[in-house]
T-cell receptor
């Protein structure tokens, strides 16, 4: 079975600071990994995905994530936070070769201070 | 941009009542899903649906729950005899199943269910 752990239910940064949201996964086979974002009163929107191609994945809104097999991690980063980045972020994993049913983490709420 | 539409956005019901949550997936998508998120907890998989039948379900999806695709556009989740612990945000999602983005789920905004 696959699972993801998101460390920190809340992350607070100042506008312009680096954003780092952590995600560690467990999977018995090479996984597909995703980051979704949820803005208030909206659905889950795909930020980026890793599907065994390049280990550094670039997504929308300046976000990127790096797949590190040795650390079983897929942390989400953005060099400079913007007020509009304030949202809930979810990491998800799909077991490659299996049914395409994402398993989600608890989510991390990103708070951006002026 | 095509989107998944869910109604109602918020429903309040009395314990023991039946509720139906409705979803309109993206029109050319073949796979449909329901997830739920109890406040402060993980987004949990409930059920997936393909070719007019359930393809997978979690242990949460017991006899209290059912899904239906009554016509070519709607995908519904019925919860019978609601309990307090059914209070959650319910998300519908769909994916194409073929072509570009075949395995990427598109989610709706969610339906918040409050059971009193």
């Amino acid at each position: 079975a696959q699972s993801v752990t998101q460390l920190g239910s809340h992350v607070s940064v100042s506008e312009g600071a680096l954003v780092l949201l952590r995600c560690n996964y467990s999977s018995s086979v090479p996984p597909y990994l995703f980051w979704y974002v949820q803005y208030p009163n909206q659905g889950l929107q795909l930020l980026l995905k890793y599907t065994s191609a390049a280990t550094l994945v670039k997504g929308i809104n300046g976000f990127e994530a790096e797949f590190k097999k040795s650390e079983t991690s897929f942390h989400l980063t953005k060099p400079s936070a913007h007020m509009s980045d304030a949202a809930e972020y979810f990491c998800a994993v799909i077991r490659s070769g299996g049914s395409y049913i994402p398993t989600f983490g608890r989510g991390t709420s990103l708070i951006v201070h002026p | 941009e095509p989107e998944v539409t869910q109604t109602p956005s918020h429903q309040v019901t009395q314990m023991g009542q039946e509720v139906i949550l409705r979803c309109v997936p993206i029109s050319n998508h073949l796979y449909f899903y329901w997830y739920r998120q109890i406040l402060g907890q993980k987004v949990e998989f409930l059920v997936s649906f393909y070719n007019n039948e359930i393809s997978e379900k979690s242990e949460i999806f017991d006899d209290q729950f059912s899904v239906e695709r009554p016509d070519g556009s709607n995908f519904t989740l019925k919860i019978r005899s609601t309990k307090l612990e059914d209070s959650a945000m319910y998300f519908c999602a769909s994916r194409p199943g073929q072509g570009n983005g075949a395995n990427v789920l598109t989610f709706g905004a969610g339906s918040r269910l409050t059971v009193l």
